[in-house]
């Protein structure tokens, strides 16, 4: 399911106040950009993690469902479960990508 970006509770969207959310909430954080055209095929982790949407639009495949993630949107991705992304429309995705800390 969507996690959208709640304003009120973190304040304006950019990529400093989403780190900060994530490493609150136990995750350590990288940050990819990804062209236009980017694929990522059925794939899976061996840890818990998010995936986090700062600009662009993803669309991402998680176990046969289908969610469109824009600027502010995240997705928990569950260890071991089957998922898929493709970069939708002419921008690059700018992309947070957060793995739960062992």
């Known amino acids: 399911m969507i996690e959208p970006w709640d304003e009120s509770q973190w304040?304006?969207?950019?990529?400093?106040?989403?780190?900060?959310?994530?490493t609150?909430?136990?995750?350590?954080?990288a940050r990819y950009?990804?062209?236009?055209?980017?694929?990522?095929?059925?794939?899976?982790?061996s840890l818990d993690k998010k995936d986090v949407v700062l600009e662009?639009?993803?669309l991402?495949?998680?176990?046969?469902?289908?969610?469109l993630l824009r600027a502010g949107d995240s997705i928990e991705v569950p260890r071991?479960?089957?998922?898929?992304?493709q970069v939708v429309g002419e921008e690059s995705v700018v992309s947070l990508d957060a793995v739960k800390k062992v």
């Not at 304040?11 to 994530?22: A, F, P, V």
């Not at 950009?33 to 982790?45: A, E, I, K, L, W």
């Open 11 to 22: 304040g304006s969207l950019s990529e400093e106040t989403m780190r900060r959310k994530l």
């Open 24 to 29: 609150s909430e136990g995750y350590s954080v």
């Open 33 to 45: 950009v990804y062209p236009r055209g980017t694929v990522f095929s059925d794939h899976t982790h």
């Open 56 to 58: 662009g639009e993803f």
């Open 60 to 67: 991402i495949t998680l176990e046969g469902e289908e969610f």
């Open 80 to 85: 071991n479960a089957v998922h898929s992304a």
